[in-house]
């Protein structure tokens, strides 16, 4: 048993320093980035900014043209139903409300149709962004010789002679000299036949 003990002691004193040595890692050397600049700064972000800016714009604007109209009839029917002193409003009130009310659902329908296709608009933009940055950020840690890179939003503080944010801009803005600001249509889910 005292053989057992000194050989497995022996076994796991050679064992132990190549263990030691397969955990050394080499010195961090930390690059900072400021995304918020980054995608701010680049040239087809700006294009893109632009564009998602204007589409927005005409949302607004296309709401402020359907809501206008919509509140003056609506206005108009309040005062024909105040005018009826507690009566039931005749056929042709009733169906005023009713064709009133489908205006303002196909309104709303529209405007939130318009929403969600900026929205994918917008998520479609970061996704091309996103695609091309993790490419830059590896050419950038490579030029620099960092084997770290860390958001400049994630630290407290950070020696500018670190900060790779006009290197990575310069970075993007070769492999992405533009971008699609419409995403691609949604393919229509069919149902699965038989």
Known sequence: ??????????????????????????????AVVDLDKVTSDCTACKTAAASLKSQASSLQARET???????????????????????????ALQARVKAFQAKQQAGSAELGAKQQEIQRNQAYIQQQI???????????????????LVEAGATLAASAAIDVTADVTAGLNASLPSISANAPAQAQQQPQGR
């Open 130 to 148: 996103s695609a091309k940055l993790g490419p830059v950020y590896q050419q950038v840690m490579q030029r620099r010789g960092a084997n770290v």
């Open 65 to 91: 043209s359907l809501e206008a109209p919509l509140k003056t009839e609506a206005q108009a029917i309040q005062a024909a139903i105040d005018a009826l002193g507690g009566k039931q409003p005749d056929a």
């Open 1 to 30: 048993m005292k053989n057992l003990l000194v050989s497995a002691a022996a076994a796991a004193s050679f064992i132990a320093p190549a263990a030691v040595q397969a955990q050394a890692l080499p010195a961090a050397v930390v």
